[in-house]
């Protein structure tokens, strides 16, 4: 086993070693069970999320072992060089690797359990109660990560949550699920930055809202940026679904 452990966690090491055995043993409470796995756990008082990555094929096992960071190393890094660039993502605990015969078999990846909400439940309650407001912020906070050259690449409608600030009624957003991220040395052109919107899922008119906010922010035309976008995103389903249907072939 490779564990690498944020120095402030250094005391949760016992625990953290045991994570494929609390996997195996059911601990704790499934956030989500699909490709990967999620489980809160406690540990140490605290209350962590817990990611078991779906194990790689035998060619990617290779390539992560010799050629390629795994996607928890990735996840844990880019989540530290997020919150360095002044970008929330949930505090990053620690990455786990184990590895079977030399080749990387299962990988994990913890980080503080965060209760926000989804950005996907602001896109479908729109235009109702506070949707617009937490839209027209979210493409501020898309704009300014794409001022910073940072490219999420799998930017949708769940993989950022948010919350208000009562005190101050401002928006705050997380980026989550970060193993895939290109960070440029500089801003994200128009083009790229609207074609990042295309996996965004949810309602139309509350994706074109977004698009129209967005706009305004970067200083784009609205119409063009609202057309482009929809182009965008048609594309990205067609092409899912043509390779859904080679897959299954």
């Known amino acids: 086993m490779k564990l690498h452990i944020a120095p402030s966690y250094e005391h949760l090491r016992p625990q953290l070693e045991r994570l494929p055995e609390l996997f195996a043993a059911g601990a704790g409470e499934t956030l989500h069970a699909g490709r990967n796995t999620i489980r809160a756990i406690e540990m140490g008082g605290q209350r962590l999320a817990a990611k078991r990555f779906k194990r790689p094929n035998a060619f990617n096992s290779l390539v992560y072992a010799y050629l390629r960071k795994s996607k928890a190393q990735r996840a844990y890094e880019h989540a530290q060089r997020l919150r360095a660039m002044g970008i929330d993502s949930p505090e990053p605990i620690a990455w786990c690797e184990i590895r079977r015969n030399g080749v990387i078999a299962d990988t994990y990846f913890v980080a503080r359990y965060t209760s926000l909400r989804p950005l996907l439940d602001a896109i479908e309650r729109y235009p109702a109660d506070d949707s617009r407001a937490v839209l027209e912020s979210f493409a501020a906070f898309a704009a300014n990560l794409h001022k910073l050259g940072v490219e999420h690449k799998d930017f949708n409608s769940t993989n950022t949550i948010y919350a208000c600030d009562p005190a101050t009624q401002d928006y705050r957003f997380q980026l ?72 299954r072939r």
């Open 176 to 247: 989550i699920d970060i193993n895939r991220m290109r960070f440029h040395p500089r801003a994200l052109s128009p083009d790229q930055g609207i074609a990042n919107f295309q996996r965004l899922t949810g309602r139309t008119d509350a994706f074109l809202y977004i698009l129209d906010r967005y706009a305004a922010v970067r200083g784009l035309e609205s119409f063009a940026t609202r057309l482009q976008g929809a182009r965008c995103r048609l594309n990205f389903r067609y092409r899912r679904r043509l390779k859904y249907k080679l897959r």
